[in-house]
């Protein structure tokens, strides 16, 4: 349903390339990040799934995507353990703590700002993963990272498509408008880290 929508959604500021710099020069770094948002990613599903049990196409949906979201994880971990590197721990990600801020309470609003953060942060994962698949220069990574692009556009698509399912069109249209203002200005004034976001 999103794909006939597209020309609604907000054009995203690209991340600068300071960003991309950093994140190649500290890849390792890097890496650890992404493994972590990957756990975090399928908790949060799990966590839409375990907040909505009375709604089957949000239980499915997420269900699907926290064992995804899971694999990926389980891939990262593969290509950190190949490279002779431990995880890291989890750490406080700036960027989402003020999405999440964003988050309109009462049962009315809740849910859609969920769903739209969720799109709005897995199109961000796109466009950046886009940019390393882009920047690397070992063709197996170039691959990797070119395959999980494609999965986070489904996943944002996927994220509006279930908005949708709950409301009307317009209201999700407009909200998504005014929460990708907000990345674009908080992922253009948070200071650069050799992480996704």
């Known amino acids: 349903m999103v794909k006939s929508h597209l020309s609604l959604a907000p054009v995203l500021r690209p991340s600068p390339d300071a960003w991309l710099e950093l994140v190649l020069e500290n890849f390792d770094e890097f890496l650890r990040d992404h493994a972590s948002c990957e756990k975090k990613a399928s908790g949060m599903a799990m966590s839409v799934a375990a907040h909505y049990p009375d709604q089957p196409d949000l239980v499915t949906a997420m269900v699907d995507l926290a064992v995804e979201e ?47 953060i969720g799109a709005v942060v897995e199109r961000r994962g796109a466009e950046r993963f886009a940019c390393i698949a882009t920047g690397l220069n070992e063709p197996e990574l170039r691959k990797f990272y070119g395959a999980i692009t494609k999965s ?14 709950h409301y009307a069109a317009d209201t999700v249209w407009s909200r998504f408008r005014d929460l990708s203002e907000q990345e674009n200005s908080i992922m253009t004034t948070l200071p650069l880290r050799s992480a996704l976001h």
């Open 152 to 165: 986070e556009e489904q996943h944002w698509h996927l994220f509006i498509d279930l908005a949708l399912n």
């Open 70 to 116: 899971l694999n990926h994880y389980r891939e990262v971990i593969r290509i950190l353990l190949a490279r002779g590197l431990t995880p890291g721990p989890d750490h406080k990600d700036p960027y989402i703590h003020k999405l999440n801020a964003l988050v309109r309470r009462g049962p009315e609003n809740f849910l859609l700002d969920r769903l739209l």
